[in-house]
């Protein structure tokens, strides 16, 4: 089994961190814009802010694990520089963020003097800013505004929408979507390199596919599939992510496509017996027909049952005989077509 302390970090680790036992993800961090996978609108932006200088208040808005807080510490590094100690302000969702932080906390930050070079300004950093109260929102309205020559505002949260409309006005909003699949391998794969991990390309597929567009899982998953077993096996990766096989998923499809329920409830059952939960048997059963070859007429209609479904799954009712329903309608749906 390969050593992991002892490899020799590549695919933007860091000098300082080569001989820390750090979680991968902490490790393999970016601390360069141009180090960021994927987003390429999103971090072209930010390429140029970080040469302008001119920094704009800013909102990272997009799903958990797809590089926010890493583009922001990033830019608020290349653009301060040495400064960064003393000229950021960091809080996030475990610092208490109340309005008496925004009175004290924040507008102390905002009024302390820095020199910094020219064009350049203190950055406070609010991320998980969706956790925020409306009422400490409220209060950084006018302070935004107030210390602007001074001071910028970065921050990052899952939901725009969580963030009130007149902050939303105030800031320029870069949106970040999931990672793609090819995106997440490449990554894996020079992780994978780095860190001498044994694999085999179907183990690092079965990641990519369980990590579904977010590199932190993907990341965090291939560490525990290696410490678990030190092979990167599709096996393994199922065992360790203790998800549905999608094997097992996809042929419970063929079997609907084929009108045949009995099989298709014989696999659901099985998987069920497992003690996977329905919504985990969904989430994968989107996924599988997602990328199932199968004519698109038939997809979309299949999508469109196993949404519904999921509707249901998630309003509560999370029984097999919910599941068995959805396979009827999925056989029928092929019955339909062929009629
Ligand atoms: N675009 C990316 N390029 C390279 N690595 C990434 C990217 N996105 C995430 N990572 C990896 O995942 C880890 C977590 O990323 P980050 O903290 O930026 O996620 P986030 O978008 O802020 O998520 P959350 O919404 O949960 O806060 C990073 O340390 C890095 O290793
Ligand atoms: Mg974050």
Wanted: proline letters at 4%.
């Amino acid at each position: 089994m390969a050593s992991a302390s002892k490899a020799a970090p590549a695919a933007g680790a860091s000098s300082y961190s080569k001989d820390c036992d750090l979680p991968w993800v902490e490790k393999y961090r970016p601390h360069k814009i141009s180090e960021i996978v994927g987003n390429q609108d999103a971090v072209s932006r930010l390429q140029v802010i970080a040469q302008d200088g001119n920094m704009p208040n800013l909102i990272f808005a997009g799903p958990p694990g797809t590089g926010k807080t890493t583009s922001i510490l990033a830019l608020a590094h290349e653009l301060l520089g040495p400064s960064y100690k003393e000229a950021v302000l960091e809080l996030n969702a475990s610092d208490d963020r109340g309005i008496d932080v925004v009175r004290n906390k924040i507008k102390m930050f905002a009024q302390k003097k820095v020199t910094l070079p020219p064009g350049r300004h203190k950055i406070i950093l609010l991320d998980e800013a969706d956790s925020m109260t409306a009422g400490a929102q409220q209060a950084l309205r006018r302070t935004m505004e107030i210390y602007s020559n001074t001071t910028r505002f970065a921050l990052a949260c899952n939901l725009s929408t969580k963030i009130i409309e007149p902050i939303q006005s105030r800031c320029a909003i870069v949106r970040f979507s999931r990672l793609s699949d090819i995106e997440i391998l490449a990554r894996l794969t020079a992780v994978v390199q780095a860190e001498q991990v044994s694999s085999v390309p179907e183990g690092l597929e079965a990641l990519v596919f369980t990590a579904d567009g977010d590199m932190r899982q993907a990341l965090n998953n291939l560490q525990a599939t290696f410490s678990g077993f030190g092979l990167i096996t599709q096996e393994n990766v199922f065992r360790v992510c203790d998800q549905p096989h999608p094997l097992m998923v996809s042929n419970i499809v063929r079997h609907c496509l084929g009108g045949n329920i009995d099989g298709a409830h014989q696999g659901m059952k099985e998987l069920y017996d497992l003690g996977y939960s329905a919504t985990d048997i969904i989430t994968t059963l989107f996924r599988v027909v997602k990328n199932y070859d199968m004519p698109e007429f038939l997809k979309l209609e299949y999508i469109r049952e196993v949404g519904f479904a999921h509707m249901r799954i998630s309003d509560g009712v999370v029984s097999l005989l919910q599941l068995s329903g959805l396979l009827a309608k999925l056989c029928l749906v092929k019955e339909r077509a062929k009629a």
